[in-house]
């Protein structure tokens, strides 16, 4: 997995792909997008999570990746069919969330 992501514990084979953490309301695949893990969020897609699936304030997974700025997991998910025009809860897709925090690897 790429950047240590069996090192921390993210284990895509042992999750219910599109289980939600009840604190934060993030899937596996949230959290993969979040860190660049492309390896692991390949075979989270792979074993059928939902590329769109939204947490309760309406982010996607490409949200995720967007505002942490993870250039190779916004591709990985464009690829794959994450809808661009999603927006969150306060209106934003995942080109505002990006913009926003100055993610420009990720624009």
């Not at 604190?23 to 660049?36: K, R, Y």
Request: proline residues 3%; hydrophobic residues 35%.
């Amino acid at each position: 997995m790429s950047r240590g992501a069996g090192q921390r514990g993210l284990r895509p084979t042992d999750a219910h792909t599109n289980t939600r953490r009840s604190d934060t309301g993030h899937s596996i695949l949230d959290m993969a997008a979040a860190q660049g893990y492309t390896e692991a969020m390949k075979t989270i897609l792979a074993r059928g999570a939902d590329v769109n699936s939204a947490t309760p304030d309406g982010r996607t997974a490409l949200h995720c990746a967007s505002f942490w700025d993870q250039a190779g997991a916004v591709e990985l998910l464009v690829a794959s069919g994450a809808r661009l025009e999603a927006s969150d809860g306060r209106g934003c897709t995942p080109l505002h969330v990006a913009a926003e925090n100055g993610a420009t690897t990720a624009i």
